[in-house]
């Protein structure tokens, strides 16, 4: 699930090189925390406007961890 957003992420923004994502899973390996860093000035691509952008990123992740029978949440952070 990391890979899939990290390729997503990189293909929004306009410095792909300073895209990094974290996973952190639970004990129980049945939730996957998934913190996703860009650029400073890339973050308004990422988020979208009213979140629209980070709601569909996230959607799409969910659909993804269903597959994989695990809850996922990602945070944009900077």
Do not use: W, Y
């Amino acid at each position: 699930m990391q890979e899939l957003l990290v390729f997503i992420a990189r293909s929004l923004v306009d410095d792909p090189d300073a895209v990094s994502v974290t996973e952190t899973r639970s004990k129980d390996e049945r939730s996957v925390l998934l913190e996703l860093r860009v650029a400073k000035e890339d973050m308004g691509k990422v988020i979208g406007r009213q979140g629209k952008i980070a709601r569909s990123i996230r959607a799409i992740m969910k659909a993804a961890a269903v597959k994989e029978s695990v809850h996922v949440s990602v945070d944009i952070v900077q």
